[in-house]
Nanobody, 125 residues
Framework: QLQLVESGGDLVQPGGSLRLSCAAS????????IGWFRQPPGKDREGVSCISQSGDIIHFSDSVKGRFTISRDNAKNTVYLQMNNLGPEDTAVYYCAAKRRGDLCSLYAHPYDLWGQGTQVTVSS
């Protein structure tokens, strides 16, 4: 069974940090690009960050650039999203997704083949 599982979501104060994890089971991530997406309540899903299979290509949305960091540990079959200086606008369900032919990555959702169930991030005082 192919599965992605997000973890690390929590309630955090403005200015705080969280690290989200995206762990693969049933397959290995080393040939996949991984994207992080989020869906705020009542809003559409948007791309946040992505990383190519080797980690040499990384993208961030303008809204998170300079605050978020994406990384991968293929030996652990896991991709991470480090989120710093969080604000209420970052409140959303965060999803990770895997894309075959992972030499490139994209912040558009449609190229991704497999999606996790999401983890809730809430930024509030």
């Amino acid at each position: 069974q192919l599965q992605l599982v997000e973890s690390g979501g929590d309630l955090v104060q403005p200015g705080g940090s969280l690290r989200l994890s995206c762990a693969a089971s049933g397959f290995t991530l080393d040939t996949y690009a991984i994207g992080w997406f989020r869906q705020p309540p009542g809003k559409d899903r948007e791309g946040v960050s992505c990383i190519s299979q080797s980690g040499d290509i990384i993208h961030f949305s303008d809204s998170v650039k300079g605050r978020f960091t994406i990384s991968r540990d293929n030996a652990k079959n896991t991709v991470y999203l480090q989120m710093n200086n969080l604000g209420p606008e970052d409140t959303a369900v965060y999803y990770c997704a895997a894309k075959r032919r992972g030499d490139l990555c994209s912040l558009y959702a449609h190229p991704y083949d497999l999606w996790g169930q999401g983890t809730q991030v809430t930024v509030s005082s």
